[in-house]
């Protein structure tokens, strides 16, 4: 029986891990002309690419309370998320939120290898089931595609690729408007789009700008995203295990690997039939006889590329199949490892700490802080004044008039300008106030105050802070 040690050596001697199997001897990119998959995985997966785009392009559309589900608006800080308003005060929830999704990333990957990528990942849905079906769709098959390439220019060449590289620019620059919906809401993106274009230069370069990047990734750059420039993909080596999931060829069944010839003996050959279906479905151009390599985004093309040879050759499925490669090597199944155990337990305890802050989170934030270079001011005899400046963060969206009050405590307070603070929804307000406090309460030179932040009668927020007075402690 062929070995995992024979196995091993027979993979040691070959090159194809020292470059990528998109780079030749020469460094020269090799294009993959990918052949169209079909099978029970790339059904399911074209099914959920059709869900995902119906998310991405109906997400933007969707408003609570006059505002957008989801905005990133990272150049004003502002940040919506299923329609609650972040603020940079709620950067500790953010970095907690980061933190959370790493150990997540870890704990799937440690379990579920490259799951994300072949199934779930923006990049290999736009590039596998909506690019490269498009391209299909103009230009043929891989044969087809090949043939085209090696084609002299006549005009039938010319209009094929032109076409496709219009339609691909056409679906690159309605992506990036949805993109860009994302980052600066749709009302933002309608008016780019409705009004004069000289009113909106910045928008409608970050328009163009995100289609040429796009159309760039898709019709040039391709599988190289995955395979040079995503961090993920570069992580997993560092992520996954022997006992991960992935996509793998099980060589004891498989190998000796050799075409089946009528009329003699085969009984020594393994499955494979040496038919190389897999390495021609593969987006990524590798052969995942191999065994793991960081190319593979775990699209399943092989698996139902093989799959469709099994039924050929009356063999089982499953020559090519999720695996961990302990469960090839050692017929070990699938199991939830001390590793993974430890990850979860993490994921738990900052999920813990998230949902808390996410829970006490409020709609309204306050601070008040002393005039800075300002100590007091005796008043009269009897009364010591301090100089404050509040600034609120409304996180609603309703405006707030808001007014301060003394809590639990005989003084006054003076706000400067108007009487109160007009605070825009989702917006911030700033004020000035002076707070008298009588020399007699007053026992310490630093007593802790507390001041209420109001909203008419109602309460929205307590703040302490410190009140200085001339006496000796
Ligand atoms: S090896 Fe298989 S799963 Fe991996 S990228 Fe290639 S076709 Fe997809
Ligand atoms: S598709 Fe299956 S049988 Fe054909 S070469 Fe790949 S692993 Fe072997």
């Given at each position: 029986?062929?070995?995992?040690?024979d196995?091993?050596?027979?993979?040691?001697?070959?090159?194809?891990r020292?470059?990528?199997?998109?780079?030749?001897?020469k460094?020269?990119?090799?294009?993959?002309?990918?052949?169209?998959?079909?099978?029970?995985?790339?059904?399911?997966?074209?099914?959920?690419?059709?869900?995902?785009?119906?998310?991405?392009?109906?997400l933007?559309?969707i408003?609570?309370?006059?505002?957008?589900?989801?905005?990133?608006?990272?150049?004003?800080?502002?940040?919506?998320?299923?329609?609650?308003?972040?603020?940079?005060?709620?950067?500790?929830?953010?970095?907690?939120?980061?933190?959370?999704f790493?150990?997540?990333?870890?704990?799937?990957?440690?379990?579920?290898?490259?799951?994300?990528?072949g199934?779930?990942?923006?990049?290999t849905n736009?590039?596998?089931?909506?690019?490269?079906?498009?391209?299909?769709?103009?230009l043929?098959?891989?044969?087809?595609?090949?043939k085209?390439k090696?084609?002299?220019?006549?005009?039938?060449?010319?209009?094929?690729?032109?076409?496709?590289?219009?339609?691909?620019?056409?679906?690159?620059?309605i992506i990036?408007?949805?993109?860009?919906?994302?980052?600066?809401?749709?009302?933002?993106?309608?008016?780019?789009?409705?009004?004069?274009?000289?009113?909106?230069?910045?928008g409608?370069?970050a328009i163009?700008?995100?289609?040429?990047?796009f159309?760039?990734?898709?019709?040039?750059?391709?599988?190289?995203?995955?395979?040079?420039?995503?961090?993920?993909?570069?992580?997993?080596?560092?992520?996954?295990?022997?006992?991960?999931?992935?996509?793998?060829?099980?060589y004891?069944?498989g190998?000796?690997?050799?075409?089946?010839?009528?009329?003699?003996?085969?009984?020594?050959?393994?499955?494979?039939?040496?038919?190389?279906?897999?390495v021609?479905v593969?987006?990524?151009?590798?052969?995942?006889r191999?065994?793991?390599?960081?190319?593979?985004?775990?699209?399943?093309?092989?698996i139902?590329a093989?799959n469709?040879?099994?039924?050929?050759?009356?063999?089982?499925?499953?020559?090519?199949?999720?695996a961990?490669?302990?469960?090839?090597?050692?017929?070990?199944?699938?199991?939830?490892?001390?590793?993974?155990?430890?990850?979860?337990?993490?994921?738990?305890?900052?999920l813990s700490?998230?949902?808390?802050?996410?829970?006490?989170?409020?709609?309204?934030?306050?601070?008040?802080?002393?005039?800075?270079?300002?100590?007091?001011?005796?008043?009269?005899?009897?009364?010591?004044?301090?100089?404050?400046?509040?600034?609120?963060?409304?996180?609603?969206?309703?405006?707030?008039?808001?007014?301060?009050?003394?809590?639990d405590?005989?003084?006054?307070i003076?706000?400067?300008g108007?009487p109160?603070?007009?605070?825009?929804n989702?917006?911030?307000?700033?004020?000035?106030?002076?707070?008298?406090?009588?020399?007699?309460?007053?026992?310490?030179?630093s007593?802790?105050?507390?001041?209420?932040?109001?909203?008419?009668?109602?309460?929205?927020?307590?703040?302490?802070?410190?009140?200085?007075?001339?006496?000796?402690?």
């Amino acid at each position: 029986m062929f070995s995992e040690v024979d196995h091993l050596n027979e993979i040691a001697t070959e090159e194809f891990r020292d470059r990528l199997g998109t780079v030749d001897e020469k460094g020269k990119r090799k294009w993959v002309y990918a052949q169209k998959p079909k099978g029970r995985f790339t059904n399911i997966r074209s099914f959920l690419s059709i869900f995902y785009f119906l998310i991405f392009f109906g997400l933007p559309f969707i408003e609570i309370d006059g505002r957008p589900l989801f905005l990133f608006n990272i150049p004003k800080a502002h940040f919506i998320v299923f329609g609650k308003v972040f603020w940079p005060q709620d950067f500790f929830i953010f970095g907690i939120t980061m933190v959370t999704f790493v150990f997540f990333i870890i704990l799937f990957t440690a379990a579920f290898g490259r799951l994300f990528c072949g199934w779930a990942c923006p990049q290999t849905n736009f590039m596998e089931l909506m690019f490269r079906k498009v391209e299909y769709l103009i230009l043929g098959d891989a044969a087809a595609q090949r043939k085209l390439k090696a084609d002299p220019w006549t005009s039938r060449k010319i209009f094929k690729v032109g076409f496709k590289h219009f339609v691909f620019f056409v679906l690159a620059f309605i992506i990036s408007n949805f993109f860009l919906s994302y980052v600066i809401g749709m009302k933002e993106l309608r008016k780019i789009i409705t009004e004069p274009l000289s009113e909106h230069v910045g928008g409608l370069t970050a328009i163009v700008i995100f289609s040429y990047v796009f159309y760039a990734v898709y019709a040039y750059f391709r599988e190289q995203v995955c395979i040079v420039i995503c961090p993920y993909g570069r992580l997993q080596s560092v992520l996954m295990d022997k006992n991960s999931m992935i996509v793998a060829y099980d060589y004891k069944r498989g190998e000796p690997r050799g075409h089946i010839k009528k009329g003699e003996d085969n009984s020594k050959l393994g499955d494979c039939i040496d038919c190389f279906q897999c390495v021609r479905v593969c987006p990524t151009g590798i052969d995942i006889r191999n065994g793991l390599q960081m190319e593979c985004v775990g699209c399943t093309a092989c698996i139902d590329a093989c799959n469709g040879i099994m039924d050929k050759i009356g063999k089982p499925r499953g020559l090519v199949r999720y695996a961990s490669e302990n469960s090839i090597a050692d017929g070990e199944r699938l199991h939830y490892t001390k590793r993974m155990k430890f990850y979860t337990a993490l994921c738990a305890v900052v999920l813990s700490l998230l949902s808390m802050l996410l829970i006490t989170r409020k709609d309204i934030d306050a601070t008040v802080m002393r005039a800075p270079g300002m100590l007091f001011q005796e008043k009269g005899k009897d009364s010591v004044q301090n100089l404050y400046n509040v600034k609120v963060v409304n996180k609603t969206t309703r405006e707030i008039p808001m007014i301060v009050k003394l809590e639990d405590m005989e003084g006054s307070i003076l706000m400067i300008g108007k009487p109160y603070v007009k605070v825009e929804n989702e917006g911030q307000g700033w004020g000035e106030f002076f707070i008298t406090l009588p020399k007699k309460n007053i026992l310490k030179r630093s007593t802790p105050i507390n001041i209420g932040i109001y909203n008419g009668k109602q309460k929205i927020a307590v703040v302490t802070t410190k009140f200085l007075a001339p006496v000796a402690e």
